[in-house]
């Protein structure tokens, strides 16, 4: 691990590694709370790394270089209470404030997550929690996936001839968020076979997300404090054939060691938006 500066912290991430009977790895969720079926067959192992603090240096880190980048800019809609309000009012701005940044021709989000912090409560439907483990939302399938579950099939072939994006929108709700906040992994310092594809299984659909194996070379960044004027893209796919351009972004909630003490739970929202280009 390389060493400490004065703009890092130390950070105990959690990294994938393999079931030990061989078995194709696998999460289930929104599943009934009374199965005894495991949620997983793969573990988790604890590494700690050093976490840089960019504050001041956001510039530095773009969404085609890096795999995600910084930004303020105040939400209009601020309640973040009722879903069908969420989709009404905070879609729209949203989707208007990623095509702006991307250039992209067309936007369509298709889910969001609110993420409230209670302490020891395990991650359940109507009480999502901070994601723990080093993760990528999306593989290249499953983003493909996404694209003909979400628009038509009249529609779907033609936008998947272009180059089109999964990009998410994180930003904090209510407070700054000291606690638990988010650390990405600049994709300058992934390498391809870090990732492995997990399925992902729920009552309605099986889809796929990758997990991350440690790698010492991979580089975690986060904004100290982010406000709930700042906010965050991470892209989670990107169909492009350019080598020298970021695909996808790991990424996890960590503990930060130098939060103040009397920082309030985390809550945050996330947008998942699929990105079309002409």
Same mark, same amino acid.
């Given at each position: 691990?390389?060493?400490?500066?004065? @703009? =890092? !912290?130390?950070?105990?991430?959690?990294?994938?590694?393999?079931?030990?009977?061989?078995?194709?790895?696998?999460?289930? !969720?929104?599943?009934? $709370?009374?199965?005894?079926?495991?949620?997983?067959?793969?573990?988790?192992?604890?590494?700690?790394? %050093?976490?840089?603090?960019?504050?001041?240096?956001?510039?530095?880190?773009?969404?085609?270089?890096?795999?995600?980048?910084?930004?303020?800019?105040?939400?209009?809609?601020?309640?973040?209470?009722?879903?069908?309000? #969420?989709?009404?009012?905070?879609?729209?701005?949203? +989707?208007?404030?990623?095509?702006?940044?991307?250039? +992209?021709?067309?936007?369509?989000?298709?889910?969001?997550? #609110?993420?409230?912090? #209670?302490?020891?409560?395990?991650?359940?439907?109507?009480?999502?929690?901070?994601?723990?483990?080093?993760? !990528? @939302?999306?593989?290249?399938?499953?983003?493909?996936?996404?694209?003909?579950?979400?628009?038509? /099939?009249?529609?779907?072939?033609?936008?998947?001839?272009?180059?089109?994006?999964?990009?998410?929108? &994180?930003?904090?709700?209510?407070? /700054?968020?000291?606690?638990?906040?988010?650390?990405?992994?600049?994709?300058? =310092?992934?390498?391809?076979? @870090?990732?492995?594809?997990?399925?992902?299984?729920?009552? *309605?659909?099986?889809?796929?997300?990758?997990?991350?194996?440690?790698? $010492?070379? %991979?580089? &975690?960044?986060?904004?100290?404090?982010?406000?709930?004027? *700042?906010?965050?893209?991470?892209?989670?796919?990107?169909?492009?054939?350019?080598?020298?351009?970021?695909?996808? =972004?790991?990424?996890?909630?960590?503990?930060? /060691?130098?939060? $103040?003490? @009397?920082?309030? $739970?985390?809550?945050?929202?996330?947008?998942?938006?699929? !990105?079309?280009?002409?």
């Amino acid at each position: 691990m390389p060493s400490a500066t004065l @703009d =890092t !912290v130390p950070g105990t991430l959690f990294y994938f590694t393999p079931p030990a009977d061989g078995s194709e790895p696998y999460n289930r !969720v929104n599943t009934d $709370p009374t199965s005894t079926i495991p949620l997983s067959n793969w573990t988790a192992e604890k590494y700690t790394v %050093h976490i840089e603090n960019v504050r001041g240096k956001e510039a530095l880190f773009t969404l085609d270089e890096a795999g995600f980048q910084y930004f303020k800019h105040p939400a209009r809609y601020t309640s973040f209470i009722d879903d069908d309000e #969420i989709k009404a009012e905070y879609y729209p701005e949203s +989707a208007d404030l990623i095509k702006k940044i991307t250039g +992209a021709s067309r936007i369509v989000l298709f889910d969001h997550t #609110i993420r409230r912090r #209670i302490l020891g409560q395990v991650d359940m439907v109507g009480k999502r929690q901070p994601v723990k483990e080093v993760h !990528v @939302d999306q593989t290249a399938s499953s983003a493909i996936a996404r694209v003909h579950l979400h628009l038509p /099939p009249s529609e779907a072939p033609e936008l998947l001839k272009h180059r089109f994006q999964i990009i998410n929108l &994180w930003r904090p709700i209510s407070h /700054p968020a000291f606690d638990m906040p988010l650390t990405l992994c600049d994709y300058r =310092t992934v390498d391809k076979d @870090d990732l492995v594809a997990v399925a992902r299984i729920s009552p *309605e659909r099986r889809g796929e997300t990758y997990r991350v194996k440690y790698n $010492p070379q %991979h580089s &975690w960044k986060y904004l100290k404090g982010m406000t709930p004027e *700042e906010f965050v893209l991470i892209k989670c796919f990107d169909s492009t054939e350019d080598s020298g351009v970021s695909v996808f =972004t790991p990424h996890t909630a960590f503990l930060d /060691p130098s939060a $103040p003490e @009397d920082t309030l $739970p985390r809550e945050s929202i996330e947008l998942r938006a699929l !990105v079309f280009y002409d």
